[in-house]
């Protein structure tokens, strides 16, 4: 069974920087991409990062690009999402996604439970 | 950046009643890469539908996606109490997005 576990959201200052992990089970993490998607309370899902499975090519939303860095340690199984230069508009639940390839085009096809950021002073 | 646009915002009915959701994208993009997610209060997404038409694992065949070009629509054929839920489209052919999603409320 597919798991993934979020976790690293907490209530940060704008301007702040915070590290959300998602670690990874029952299947071969290096297989498939991942990415970020997130969704701010109330509102839509809006897709943040991709990374293909080998991590050597990774993608950008316009909105957090320069900003957010997405990585991951396919000995660990575990996806990252380094974010700097938080804003108001970063706060949502962040959900981890895995792709259903390794490389582009890739759907969605299994999700954590997402973890909470919150950007306010 | 390629805009999906899904109608109505809300559709109120009643179990057992058909539902047809569309999604209409600002643009064609490759191959019919679209698919449908539900989301219900309080959780994550669940994919539905891939590739416009192809159900995913443990789908119940009460759903069905059709579609392609611009214009593409999911359908649940009969409404069970635990379809009532909000439904996304997502493009994944150019870049990735999602529509802004439908509520399928019990009337």
């Known amino acids: 069974e597919v798991q993934l576990l979020e976790s690293g959201g907490v209530l940060v200052q704008p301007g702040g920087s915070l590290r959300l992990s998602c670690s990874a089970s029952?299947?071969?993490?290096?297989?498939?991409?991942m990415s970020w998607v997130r969704q701010a309370p109330g509102k839509g899902l809006d897709w943040v990062s991709a990374?293909?499975?080998?991590?050597?090519?990774?993608y950008d939303a316009d909105s957090v690009k320069g900003r957010f860095t997405i990585s991951r340690d396919n000995s660990r199984n575990t996806l990252y999402l380094q974010m700097n230069s938080l804003r108001a508009e970063d706060t949502a639940i962040y959900y981890c996604a895995k792709g259903s390839a390794a490389v582009r085009p890739y759907c969605f096809d299994n999700w954590g439970q997402g973890t909470l950021v919150t950007v306010s002073s | 950046e390629i805009v999906l646009t899904q109608s109505p915002g809300t559709l109120s009915l009643s179990p057992g009643e058909r539902a047809t959701l569309s999604c209409r994208a600002s643009?064609?993009?490759?191959?019919?890469?679209l698919a449908w997610y539900q989301q219900k209060p309080g959780q994550a997404p669940r994919l539905l539908i891939y590739g416009a038409s192809s159900r995913a694992t443990g789908i119940p065949d009460r759903f069905s996606g059709s579609g392609s070009g611009t214009d593409f629509t999911l359908t649940i054929s009969r409404l069970e109490p635990e379809d009532f839920a909000v439904y996304y489209c997502?493009?994944?052919?150019?870049?990735?997005?999602f529509g802004q999603g439908t509520k399928v409320e019990i009337k």
């Open positions: 997502q493009q994944y052919g150019n870049s990735r997005t």
């Open positions: 029952g299947f071969t993490f290096s297989s498939y991409a």
């Open positions: 990374i293909s499975g080998s991590g050597d090519s990774t």
């Open positions: 643009q064609s993009f490759s191959n019919s890469h």
